[in-house]
């Protein structure tokens, strides 16, 4: 008796997953969510975890879904483990999801080499690995709307601007403050290539995962070699340490500048006063001035199918979540279009990403308007090297700057052709590409 | 031989040239030094009377700095916010003595060890329950703790004392030399002793074991909110605070793990050493050495003397 009970009680456990699963298949878009919410990163989990549940939770409240076809969004917790993340996409690769988004740069070099195997396109926005820009040699992977050296080299635009010119570099010190990890070392060899072209000193000073709250070491240094100007490539708690630290150490803070994910409104607020004047690099504008923010305050957050507190909507990292969602959401739309099927695959969501179009138009009708650059991707461009925002603390909060700089393109793209070629190199058997290119790309 | 030169006479002549820098390199030293004999005094204590390495020390740090500032949060004053948290850290040693370490008394170190990773655990998962997980702001300035900076002009330079720094070493010192005259010197700092050297021995005259465990767990737990104050002052409160533990893993190498004075000692060796090294010898080894130049140090050390500096001495009888 008892072993009847048990087998059926195994037959219900197994089938109820599996019929959950073709349900979900057949009534909407499966569109999985790494967040970390929990563990040392969890303060800028949390806010890019909020913004994407916020905006796809409007656009089912709102729209119905996508082109009227809910939308199934789930959260996996990684903590920001890459092993726990790999386990995340595990648990869903065979629920048919349209698109993945790792949210970490180790996760995603991990997925890379998985993505074209499983049909499941990756869109790392503006992190992961920069040479997956390149479409010949990562069809499936996306990285849109900048990589880590259009961030750098946007930064020595910006310093050159208000210098005076390139010219005016030469001789002069940049540091490079970065946490000692693949995603800090990033911009490296971006920068030493400028810095022979421009004939600036570059000085790096790494911080060790160990010493992220703590950095008079690296502060001593600075001190040392005086830079005239600061790049800070970190995340976690090391950006408001770095913030800090500068305010303590009397630095400029005009001439701290930080890559966008160092520029959430935790990274500035601990400085207090002394923080102001603190400059980032930004993919997005800030605020809640948009009416499709306000659509999520109204559909979303005012109606309690939130986590997100009410002052949190339109901070800085909150904002860039948003944007990330409509990045996952616009090329299923393009799909939609390009297939006339209303429940797409991820195979058609990849063709729908290398037609994506946002242009400043497109952003009004999304409600969105000035809130990003436009974002151009094609066939061989996966990245699109968008115009970058500067933001700047005023001691409360961003305040997006007039104008935007443009990527010092002649110097990234070779950068990114030679490590896609070396990356192709260093994988025995890189599979060439297959797909075929989309006629408007 | 210009790497000879960079190793060997490079070093000196900056120390030389720029005192100032020098001068403020010890100082940073000296202040990290401190508060690492903080973090590893928290493991000592624990170690001292169960003969367990606390794997939880490093979330104890997150929970109480997340307790002070969330009540201040809820409305209370930040005094009475700090005496509440202390309040909160006695009922945590009181609940650990209950239900983790009673029902493991006579069980082997590795079990008790094995048990505060449960502990870990189970701080990080109430902790995110209560707290969530949003970075939090210290409540430094509502502490009367003071902000700013004293610079001595002189040696070539100028040398920048933090007032949160000096604050830091002298509440540190002050409460490392209570811990170490309460625990060295008093009837329950013996009793402490004899628990670690055998429980059932400690039981057979008269020594209540439970006692013990509350007073160390709770000692630990002030330790812990005054390192959640120091280190939550620097950057913000999260649970990425939980890593400063590492920091006092090569104190323990070097100073022992049973013993205060090795703690303190341990800790000013480390944080001089590592600002020193970084400072003048990393620039070679392209920066960043801060992580593991400690644990070389203390490696270095332990040639010489395997029980660490303080340690006790490991005699086995064949």
Partial sequence: MRLKHLALGLAVVMAVPAAVTAAQAENGIFLPQFTYRTGPFAGSGIPIGNGIHDYLTMLNERDGGIGGVKIISEECEDGYNTQRGVQCYDSVKDRHPVLVTPYSTGITEQLIPRAAVDKIPILSMAYGLSASADGTDFPWIFNAPDTYWDGASAFIRYAANKDGGFGKLKGKTIGLLYLDHPYGREPIPLLQALAKDYGFHLKLYPVPLSSMQSQSSEWLDIRRDRPEWLYIQGWGAMNPAAVQEAARNGFRMDHLVGVWWSGGDDDARPAGPGGKGYTTLDINNVGTNFPAIQDILKYVVNKGKSQTPKSQVGENLYDRAVLNAVLMVEPIRIAQKLTGKKEVTGADVRRGLEALNITEARWKELGLPNFAEPVHLTCSDHNGHSKIFVVKWNGTKWIKQPGSLEPIHSKVQPLIDAAAAQYVKAHAGWPKRTEPCQKSS | ?318
């Fill in chain 2, 1 to 318: 031989m210009d790497i000879l030169y960079q190793i060997f006479v490079g070093p000196f002549v900056q120390m030389a040239t720029a005192p100032d820098l020098l001068v403020q390199t010890l100082w940073d030293g000296l202040v990290s030094g401190v508060l690492y004999a903080l973090i590893a005094l928290g493991f000592v204590l624990i170690f001292k009377a169960s003969g367990v390495f606390n794997f939880a020390q490093g979330i104890m740090v997150v929970f109480a700095a997340l307790t002070l500032i969330g009540l201040h949060q809820d409305g209370l004053p930040a005094f009475v916010a700090l005496a509440l948290t202390v309040v909160v850290m006695f009922v945590l040693a009181v609940g650990i003595e209950r239900l983790m370490l009673r029902p493991l008394v006579n069980q082997s170190d590795f079990i008790l060890f094995m048990a505060t990773f449960g502990l870990t655990y189970f701080l990080i998962g109430f902790g995110q329950l209560v707290f969530g997980g949003n970075p939090k702001v210290m409540i430094t300035s509502d502490l009367w703790l003071p902000s700013g900076a004293i610079q001595y002009t002189g040696l070539g330079g100028y040398v920048q004392f933090q007032k949160i720094d000096i604050a830091a070493v002298i509440i540190t010192s002050i409460m490392v030399a209570v811990l170490a005259v309460f625990f060295q010197r008093t009837r329950i700092g013996r009793a402490l002793r004899a628990v670690a050297d055998s429980h059932q021995a400690a039981l057979s005259v008269g020594i209540s074991l439970e006692q013990i465990w509350v007073i160390v767990w709770f000692a630990a737990g002030v330790v812990a909110l005054a390192t959640g104050i120091m280190w939550g002052a620097r950057s913000n409160v999260d649970f990425s605070l939980e890593i400063v533990a590492l920091k006092a893993l090569p104190v323990l190498i070097l100073g022992g793990l049973t013993s205060i004075p090795g703690a303190i000692v341990g800790g000013l060796i480390i944080g001089v050493g590592e600002k020193l090294a970084d400072f003048y010898w990393g620039p070679l080894m392209g920066g960043g050495i801060e992580g593991w130049f400690p644990y070389v140090l203390a490696l270095v050390f332990l040639v010489f003397r395997p029980q660490g500096l303080f340690g006790e001495r490991i005699i086995e009888r064949i």
